[in-house]
């Protein structure tokens, strides 16, 4: 079952992939020079792009979904880094660029991202057990993840260019990492309690989550390159799902020392990778280039570059 899960969820981050790429697109095509303001978001829903997208979207998220109830949570969350370089490669198929012009620092950064994370599902696969997901486990989950995100999203609307887009994405990341615990839980039920007896928390959580997840995702869309975006996403989200497993699941109880400490390492490796990819894309190099030629400061207001959202152009 761990083999047929991870293939899954292999697929399902295909179908993320093209999703991220396509309402990036829109997100941008729909923005223009106005920011991403609440008229910007009521045109997105009419644009056929963006929800072409929207459905590549949720068929990854239903084949990962399908796989949370096949394998450990530590196990399956991971795979979803493979959206990440699916999605560069998509965004260099659609801006004519070669890999090889890629600057090193962008290919090392993705490179890193991808391999911890991949090296950690493979020390996971083989000591992680599928555990319960109690209703007191759901109901913790609940209060930390809503915490998170609010901390996270005010510090988005505080900040600008990439790190806004940052904290956005991981603000996003850690409300889908919850998704996948809560959809777990209800796979659970399923196969073991009555329908009537299923706890109504996931049943309202896994909605409000996804809706709140998406809407911060698009701002971290309007505010940077989707590859940044999907990063943070892919490292984030099961970093978060890893440690609710872990933490309020007991995923890891068997685990070893060695094996633990492997894992930490890819961890911090993958994040490292993030934070590489933030610094070195191509996009977020030309977003800073402005403010140095007009000579502003860490002190200065908002440039007359800036949109409304605080993000450049």
């Known amino acids: 079952m761990t083999a047929l899960a991870v293939l899954l969820a292999a697929l399902g981050a295909i179908g993320q992939a093209a999703g991220a790429r396509m309402q990036h697109g829109a997100v941008h095509d729909t ?9 910007s978001q009521a045109r997105l829903v009419r644009n056929s792009r963006w929800l072409l997208g929207l459905l590549a979207l949720g068929s990854g998220t239903l084949l990962h979904a399908v796989a949370l109830g096949l394998a450990p949570l530590s196990v399956v969350q991971p795979v979803g880094v ?6 560069v490669l998509l965004s260099l198929r659609s801006s004519g660029t070669r890999v090889r012009d890629l600057d090193a620092q962008v290919i090392f950064s993705v490179a890193a991202a991808t391999s911890g994370v991949a090296a950690f599902v493979f020390l996971a696969a083989g000591s992680a057990k599928a555990t319960a997901v109690s209703q007191d486990a759901q109901m913790t989950a609940t209060q930390l993840v809503a915490g998170a995100v609010l901390v996270l999203g005010v510090l988005a609307a505080l900040t600008r260019s990439k790190i806004r887009c940052v904290l956005f994405a991981a603000a996003c990341a850690v409300a889908y990492a919850y998704v ?20 109504p928390l996931p049943l309202l959580g896994i ?3 996804v809706v709140l997840g998406g809407w911060l995702l698009q701002h971290a869309y309007a505010s940077g390159p989707p ?30 020392t060695w094996t633990a400490v492997g894992e930490i390492g890819c961890a911090v490796v993958a994040c490292l990778g993030v934070f ?10 030309e977003r800073r280039v402005p403010a140095t030629v007009a000579g502003s400061s860490g002190l200065s207001g908002p440039s007359s570059t800036d949109r409304p959202d605080g993000s450049s152009p």
């Open 180 to 199: 996948s615990l809560l959809v777990r839980a209800v796979s659970q039920q399923l196969r073991t309690v009555e329908l009537l007896d299923i706890n």
């Open 207 to 209: 909605p409000v989550a």
């Open 31 to 39: 923005i223009g020079d106005q920011g991403f303001g609440l008229r």
């Open 227 to 256: 590859e940044l975006v999907v990063a943070c996403l892919t490292v984030i989200d099961p970093l978060v799902a890893v440690g609710l497993g872990i933490g309020l699941l007991g995923e890891a109880d068997e685990v070893g």
């Open 276 to 285: 590489a990819l933030a610094r070195y894309h191509p996009e977020t190099k």
């Open 82 to 87: 493979l959206a990440l370089p699916i999605t």
